[in-house]
């Protein structure tokens, strides 16, 4: 906790020109993210020599932090958690033979463009590929190489039409990129259509804007998505840190509006690959009642290798969460199978072995 404030202060004096109202205005927030290499190489007095490396990368994925992201961060430590998940890092251009840009072959389990049907009950629309700020972790940051895009009109249609025609998906995930970037009028004319058809039982959003740009989730956003519910949210918390004030007063709008909140962690080295950091984070999460849903195994994404953990180091920091933290506070560790199989338990549940 002392920790925390510490780091919001140091946050507000960076900005301490910057008026209150500008601040938890999200469109402000967004003009004013990080963008160019120049105001990149500004903040965190990058090496001139690394320039050109530097240029090279962020034309090959996308960059962006939010002025809210940065202020929760010790700029000038590279080490620092919540740096390490958005400035741009040498070693995502580095070649490696274990990692490709589409390892669960996301891209040939489209029935139409951007929507994957891998499991029969549930679909996955990705209707935009913009983000409030690029995770360098994400694995989908193949999708990075093209511009910024929302699926048009036409192309939802076609998604709503798909859906219609399946009767066995009663879920679907409006997922992305943030589907929270796009505009407000077409994600309720969106979730307007698909509610419309009647197989279709649950909504689920997942979106990282509570963790990386908290004044997104406004009265007048939650107003709406509540007319669509059961609505689910899922979110992206990865570390203690990131459970700020407005990071939980907009997990408390969400929850007040009937629209329950689930966290997906990524376990991630550096950020938070030890027990206690973990214990942190899913207790934090608990106290602002949202339910650690899964903690993900990195893929063999391209560009991410430098987050990667074995699996044996993720076994020992969650096999002995059982039995000695509640287990509202235990997500599924998961590995999603390269291939395109299907997601995974990693556990082992220590007991198992007398059974
Ligand atoms: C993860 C995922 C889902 C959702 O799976 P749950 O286990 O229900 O969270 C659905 N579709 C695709 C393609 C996915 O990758
Ligand atoms: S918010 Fe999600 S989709 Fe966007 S960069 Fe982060 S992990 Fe990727």
Redesign the pocket.
């Given at each position: 906790m002392e920790k925390q404030s510490f780091r919001r202060r140091a946050g507000e004096k960076l900005f301490s020109h910057i008026s209150r109202d500008e601040w938890n205005d999200w469109r402000w927030q967004l003009r004013h993210r990080i963008r160019t290499l120049d105001h990149l190489r500004e903040m965190f007095e990058l090496p001139e020599s690394d320039r050109e490396a530097f240029q090279e990368l962020i034309e090959t994925y996308h960059m962006s932090v939010t002025p809210y992201y940065l202020s929760l961060m010790n700029r000038f430590d590279v080490t620092d958690p919540f740096r390490l998940q958005c400035v741009p890092d040498l070693r995502e251009l580095q070649a490696s033979s274990r990692c490709v840009d589409d390892p669960l072959q996301e891209e040939r389990t489209m029935p139409v463009p951007d929507l994957i049907h891998r499991y029969p009950d549930r679909c996955l629309a990705m209707v935009t590929s913009a983000?409030a700020?690029?995770?360098r972790?994400?694995?989908?940051?193949r999708r990075w190489r093209n511009p910024e895009k929302f699926v048009s009109r036409d192309g939802l249609l076609r998604m709503a039409r798909y859906i219609e025609s399946r009767e066995t998906i009663r879920e679907v995930i409006i997922s992305?990129?943030?589907p929270l970037m796009m505009n407000l009028n077409r994600l309720e004319w969106f979730l307007e259509t698909i509610r419309a058809i009647d197989h279709v039982e649950i909504l689920r959003i997942?979106t990282?804007m509570p963790v990386?740009l908290p004044m997104k989730i406004t009265g007048d956003l939650c107003a709406l998505l509540k007319k669509y519910r059961p609505l689910w949210i899922v979110t992206?918390f990865n570390h203690p840190g990131e459970i700020t004030t407005e990071a939980a007063r907009a997990c408390e709008m969400l929850l007040e509006h009937g629209l329950p909140v689930c966290n997906q962690s990524v376990l991630l080295r550096g950020i938070n690959d030890s027990h206690a950091v973990m214990k942190d984070l899913l207790y934090g999460l608990q106290r602002i009642s949202v339910k650690p849903y899964y903690l993900f195994h990195c893929e063999p994404v391209r560009g991410t290798e430098h987050f990667h953990v074995d699996v044996e180091t993720g076994r020992r920091i969650m096999d002995d969460f059982w039995g000695n933290i509640s287990g509202l506070c235990i997500p599924r560790y998961v590995y999603d199978l390269p291939g395109g199989g299907g997601k995974v338990p990693l556990e082992a549940c220590p007991s198992k072995k007398g059974l």
């Open positions: 983000c700020l690029y995770c972790h994400c694995n989908r940051k992305g990129g943030d997942g990282r990386v992206q």
